[in-house]
């Protein structure tokens, strides 16, 4: 049915309406307003005013959304040729509708009750509280999602168990450059304030992004990526700042938006800094990061085109921690002390910057182009151990196709360029040229109560390195999935899915060794592709005073590749190869947050997920353990309170050569007090985290033998947007 009615013209009605605050009454602009389950977005005007034009007849869901601000569901009829009218009532509450466009075939707007696949969505609101130096911070603790890592500032997710080169990390939309996915101490920089939210889509996410994205998607969006239908008028912007006790985290970060006519024009920039942390039992020395980005652009909004180009740069230090020398634990540094008391220091300065162009012809035809300069050294006090480049171009071309009747769907090409070099004592892997080229489609027929989804991609990547054999790989992603609805509030979703992935430049040419990694990797110029077969069942419900989710999962992969060690020991580190095996993933993730009464809900989370390995019968490297999340939201007016306990079973099923991990219990407690205007919204927020000072390590984290996680500590932050 792919490409069915794509020249269909659309009846002459359209929905007016507008958004006011529930408690004034007061028009509210800068809202955004989504048509489903076509996905269109607009943003109210001045007067809280909106408009959809061009809309064929038949039934609709308006959703508002806003900066800590939602509303509900609401239904709508558009008869042919008319006009329909409609209401949103913007209210501060704790089930704030999620909207997420990395889920889609296309750009296109769904909530959680219309997509396919399990996705989460952090707004502006929740982004506030992560005293966040990498991405892995941002993401820690929701359900289904890990935190690996090699210190502070090397923190990468790992959802469902994946991890690596099979979780894809995008922002708007399109490849970062940066190579957090090839080690684990090469982290994911972001500064969470300068984001307008953070997408997760957990599970197989082949179909529009890539072999890469195997085991889930996540999109740091900045909000000016997306193509709504109008720009706006006037200053909109945003300005926040954080400080922190244990590591002495400050920082901030502040942008604006000017509109003008049909032209919006951008400049945003922010920073932060930490020290070195504390356990409750000592200080981790070398555990500081430093992280500074701007950003400048420009968006064009045409009657039917848009087109938006922008320029970003990046520049960041972490640190990685040493094993302290025994004669030296519990002594502390001076700051500026950066090589005292014989501890090792090691440290990776990072720049990238990075030039987009995106646009399209709205509801028909959007095309993406962006190039990533990405650099990083390793420096062992002042020399430079072994300096990465990393030059990437993608680009992406898809079609929409218009909705008519139950049909709508999209199709189109993907294709990358990579360039990377090493140079130095950890250049195991030659300088490599990468392309990829894909084509792909999707096509969804939504009959009322039942929505299907069918989609397939065909992959082909290239590998051409200055020595070794030239590979390429080619294969085939596609996905069936269906959504009952159950009542308006609640829908049954399975999804089956399968997926294949190329093996990494690391996994083909890899020989030398890699700290990062704790082995002398020897990679294997055979490998074959992996692949892997899927099946996904959730249970989905968000009415007025509940939200739950229930996701079950599991998956089979063929020829998936791992570091199986050997037993043998070269330049003092153990020898790995890369091998490959079938496996299995299996586990559920779950939330919930109900209304207990008008001033107290209840949050619960839950995840876990078992690993194997087929032949050897034990588990995969780096598990997450079997996790709960406790937690209430006491709320008055705009004060919310939410304490919530975090606990962690004892994960003792472990790969070769692993060591167990305890389990432990955190307490957190936060404070946030919403003060909402017609023109701005200010949020002041106090957490005091580890409040019962634990002493846990992190079964994910490559150092957890000597580096044990933070202690306790209170963080403050404040954050403002004006429109």
């Known amino acids: 049915m792919l490409g069915l009615s794509f020249f269909f013209p659309l009846a002459a009605a359209q929905i007016e309406g507008i958004a006011k605050l529930g408690a004034t009454g007061n028009p509210v602009h800068n809202i955004s307003v989504v048509l489903l389950p076509v996905g269109r977005v607009v943003e109210s005007n001045e007067a809280g005013e909106f408009r959809f034009a061009n809309v064929a007849a038949g039934k609709y869901v308006l959703v508002g959304t806003g900066e800590g601000l939602s509303s509900?569901?609401?239904?709508?009829?558009?008869?042919?040729?008319?006009?329909?009218?409609?209401?949103?009532?913007?209210?501060?509450?704790?089930l704030r509708q999620e909207i997420n466009v990395t889920s889609s075939a296309g750009n296109r707007v769904e909530t959680p009750l219309e997509t396919i696949s399990s996705t989460l969505t952090l707004d502006t609101t929740e982004l506030a509280g992560k005293a966040a130096t990498s991405l892995g911070d941002v993401l820690d603790k929701e359900a289904g999602i890990h935190r690996?890592?090699?210190?502070?500032?090397?923190?990468?997710?790992?959802?469902?168990?994946?991890?690596?080169?099979?979780?894809?990390?995008?922002?708007?939309?399109?490849?970062?450059?940066?190579?957090?996915?090839?080690?684990?101490?090469?982290?994911?920089?972001?500064?969470?304030?300068?984001?307008?939210?953070?997408?997760?889509?957990?599970?197989?996410?082949?179909?529009?992004?890539?072999?890469?994205?195997?085991?889930?998607?996540?999109?740091?969006?900045?909000?000016?990526?997306?193509?709504?239908?109008?720009?706006?008028?006037?200053?909109?912007?945003?300005?926040?700042?954080?400080?922190?006790?244990?590591?002495?985290?400050?920082g901030g970060s502040a942008g604006i938006d000017y509109g003008w006519d049909r032209f919006v024009f951008r400049v945003g920039s922010g920073g932060q800094r930490t020290s070195d942390y504390r356990t409750p039992v000592e200080r981790i020395f070398n555990s500081r990061t430093r992280l500074y980005s701007g950003n400048i652009g420009g968006s064009y909004y045409g009657d039917k085109n848009w087109l938006t180009v922008g320029f970003s740069t990046q520049r960041s230090t972490y640190q990685l921690p040493s094993e302290p020398e025994e004669e030296h634990e519990g002594e502390e540094h001076e700051e500026g002390e950066e090589e005292g008391h014989g501890h090792e220091n090691i440290s990776l300065p990072i720049e990238r910057w990075g030039l987009r162009l995106n646009g399209g012809r709205r509801d028909l035809l959007q095309?993406?182009?962006?190039?990533?300069?990405?650099?990083?050294?390793?420096?062992?006090?002042?020399?430079?151990?072994?300096?990465?480049?990393?030059?990437?171009?993608?680009?992406?071309?898809?079609?929409?196709?218009?909705?008519?009747?139950?049909?709508?769907?999209?199709?189109?090409?993907?294709?990358?360029?990579?360039?990377?070099?090493?140079?130095?004592?950890?250049?195991?892997?030659?300088?490599?040229?990468?392309?990829?080229?894909?084509?792909?489609?999707?096509?969804?027929?939504?009959?009322?109560?039942?929505?299907?989804?069918?989609?397939?991609?065909v992959e082909t990547n290239r590998y051409?390195?200055?020595?070794?054999?030239?590979?390429?790989?080619?294969?085939?992603?596609?996905?069936?999935?269906?959504?009952?609805?159950?009542?308006?509030?609640?829908?049954?979703?399975?999804?089956?899915?399968?997926?294949y992935r190329a093996p990494a430049l690391e996994e083909l040419y890899a020989n030398g060794p890699h700290p990062g990694l704790f082995a002398f990797e020897i990679g294997d110029q055979n490998l074959q592709r992996e692949r892997m077969h899927g099946l996904d069942f959730s249970y989905r419900r968000q009415a007025a005073r509940i939200r739950t989710e229930f996701n079950f999962f599991r998956y089979w992969l063929s020829n998936q590749v791992y570091l199986g060690p050997t037993g043998e020991i070269e330049d003092g580190l153990p020898v790995a190869d890369y091998l490959q095996g079938d496996s299995t993933y299996t586990g559920v993730d779950a939330r919930l947050d109900a209304g207990i009464t008008n001033w107290a809900w209840l949050k619960l989370g839950f995840d876990s997920v078992r690993t194997?390995?087929?032949?050897?019968?034990?588990?995969?490297?780096?598990?997450?353990?079997?996790?709960?999340?406790?937690?209430m939201d006491?709320?008055?007016?705009?004060?919310?309170?939410?304490?919530?306990?975090?606990?962690?079973?004892?994960?003792?099923?472990?790969?070769?050569?692993?060591?167990?991990?305890?389990?432990?219990?955190?307490?957190?407690?936060?404070?946030?007090?919403?003060?909402?205007?017609?023109?701005?919204?200010?949020?002041?927020?106090?957490?005091?985290?580890?409040?019962?000072?634990?002493?846990?390590?992190?079964?994910?984290?490559?150092?957890?033998?000597?580096?044990?996680?933070?202690g306790r500590g209170v963080q403050f932050n404040y954050s403002m947007r004006f429109f």
């Not at 569901?73 to 913007?90: D, I, P, Q």
């Not at 992603?477 to 997926?499: C, E, I, P």
């Open 148 to 250: 690996r890592s090699f210190g502070p500032g090397s923190t990468r997710p790992v959802i469902r168990g994946f991890d690596g080169d099979r979780v894809l990390i995008l922002q708007d939309g399109m490849r970062t450059g940066s190579l957090g996915f090839q080690s684990g101490d090469h982290g994911e920089p972001v500064d969470p304030h300068g984001l307008d939210r953070v997408e997760v889509v957990r599970g197989p996410g082949t179909l529009l992004y890539g072999s890469s994205a195997m085991g889930g998607v996540v999109n740091m969006i900045t909000g000016h990526h997306e193509a709504k239908d109008q720009g706006h008028r006037g200053l909109h912007g945003y300005l926040s700042g954080i400080a922190g006790s244990n590591n002495g985290l400050h």
């Open 634 to 710: 006491f709320r008055y007016k705009g004060l919310s309170v939410m304490p919530e306990w975090i606990v962690a079973n004892r994960q003792d099923r472990v790969f070769t050569n692993e060591d167990p991990t305890a389990g432990y219990g955190t307490v957190n407690v936060r404070g946030v007090y919403t003060l909402v205007r017609q023109h701005a919204i200010h949020s002041f927020g106090l957490t005091w985290f580890n409040a019962n000072n634990q002493l846990y390590r992190n079964h994910l984290s490559f150092l957890k033998a000597f580096a044990p996680e933070i």
């Open 72 to 94: 509900l569901r609401v239904s709508v009829t558009v008869n042919e040729g008319e006009t329909a009218k409609a209401e949103l009532v913007m209210e501060l509450t704790p």
């Open 464 to 499: 051409r390195p200055l020595t070794g054999r030239a590979r390429n790989f080619t294969g085939f992603s596609g996905s069936a999935g269906a959504t009952f609805k159950v009542d308006d509030a609640s829908v049954l979703v399975a999804n089956f899915s399968r997926a």
């Open 367 to 457: 095309y993406s182009f962006n190039y990533s300069n990405y650099r990083h050294k390793e420096l062992e006090g002042q020399e430079i151990g072994t300096r990465f480049f990393n030059k990437l171009l993608d680009y992406r071309l898809l079609f929409e196709q218009p909705r008519r009747g139950p049909f709508s769907g999209s199709f189109g090409v993907w294709g990358l360029r990579r360039d990377y070099e090493a140079i130095g004592e950890e250049a195991i892997v030659p300088p490599t040229i990468q392309n990829a080229f894909a084509v792909y489609g999707v096509e969804s027929v939504d009959l009322e109560r039942v929505k299907l989804q069918f989609g397939g991609r």
């Open 612 to 631: 194997e390995l087929t032949r050897e019968s034990i588990g995969l490297p780096r598990t997450p353990p079997v996790r709960g999340r406790v937690g």
